[in-house]
């Protein structure tokens, strides 16, 4: 059995959003502090790493959102290591209100471990993973299912540019992974604005839209003065949901930094049900869907 370790967040009024709602993003940041205490707990805080000469980055993350958290309640993020691998680790979160024990969220974050100076990888040491399983690692890695490919960009995938200012970073001087949830939303919200679907449109019309799951593949790191560029489109619609892309470019070489899969659902903002996509959405997106 994997170590497990479990720390309580009570959710701040800042960190939610109009809907009343915890921001996408902050799952993963919570999910982030949760692991990094739970590897202090197990012996390996930044004082450690430091002598060894050695950091994790996240390479992969993934959030599904069962049902919303507000201000004022507290989310217990349970979390363990499920594998590890050569260079690489992956490590699991549930995130339960405290008051009834109900999951909130499910998560999953890809590690790899890096050396300091070279940013290369390195072999993950066999006492680190006996600090992790102290009962023994198991003798095969679960199968990980790849990031889905994405489809090719129609002709009408809309394109927004951001510049990493000095509060996206992390410790290491990246782009911190949870500003990439952040952005995904912005750039959702602008997309569908341009097609004269703005987010006062649809709170008329009695919708909200909400994220039943995020995914995000980390591939390059986007530091300081960078411009990126965010392209995004429809993949599919169905009954009540649609399922978009996002491409992170840098735009001074075009090299692909990141890129993200993330489901939306058409709510009833006063039932708080899944209801069908408008005709008019599906029309007026048309454009932005992927053939």
């Known amino acids: 059995m994997p170590r497990t370790f479990i720390r309580p967040f009570r959710i701040r009024y800042y960190e939610c959003d109009p809907y009343g709602h915890v921001n996408n993003a902050n799952y993963l940041r919570y999910a982030t502090q949760a692991a990094v205490e739970a590897s202090a707990d197990a012996g390996y805080d930044s004082a450690k790493y430091a002598e060894l000469g050695t950091l994790w980055l996240i390479r ?87 990031f889905p490919e994405p489809p090719p960009p129609p002709a009408g995938a809309f394109t927004a540019r951001r510049r990493v200012a000095w509060h996206h970073l992390d410790t290491a001087g990246h782009m911190n ?39 995000v593949e980390y591939l390059k790191p986007a530091l300081m003065g960078d411009e990126l560029q965010i392209t995004t489109y429809i993949g599919e619609f169905r009954r009540a949901s649609a399922t978009r892309h996002y491409l992170f470019r840098r735009e001074a070489d075009g090299e692909l930094l990141a890129r993200a899969r993330t489901a939306w659902v058409w709510v009833d903002a006063a039932a708080g049900r899944p209801r069908p996509i408008p005709e008019e959405v599906l029309r007026d997106f048309a454009g932005q869907v992927a053939q």
């Open 60 to 146: 992969e993350a993934g959030v599904e959102y069962l049902r919303p958290a507000r201000s004022g309640e507290t989310l217990n993020v349970k979390t363990w290591v499920s594998d590890f691998r050569r260079v690489r680790s992956r490590r699991e979160y549930e995130l339960t209100l405290a008051s009834t024990d109900e999951i909130v969220a499910r998560a999953f974050t890809d590690w790899v471990y890096l050396d300091a100076q070279t940013g290369q990888p390195t072999r993950i040491p066999d006492e680190m993973m006996a600090a992790f399983f102290p009962e023994g690692a198991p003798a095969e890695a679960p199968k990980r299912e790849p």
């Open 177 to 215: 992974s949870a500003w990439y949830l952040s952005m995904v939303e912005d750039v959702a919200i602008e997309a569908a604005t341009s097609l004269g679907w703005p987010v006062q449109r649809s709170t008329e019309a009695g919708i909200a839209i909400l994220a039943r799951d995020h995914r």
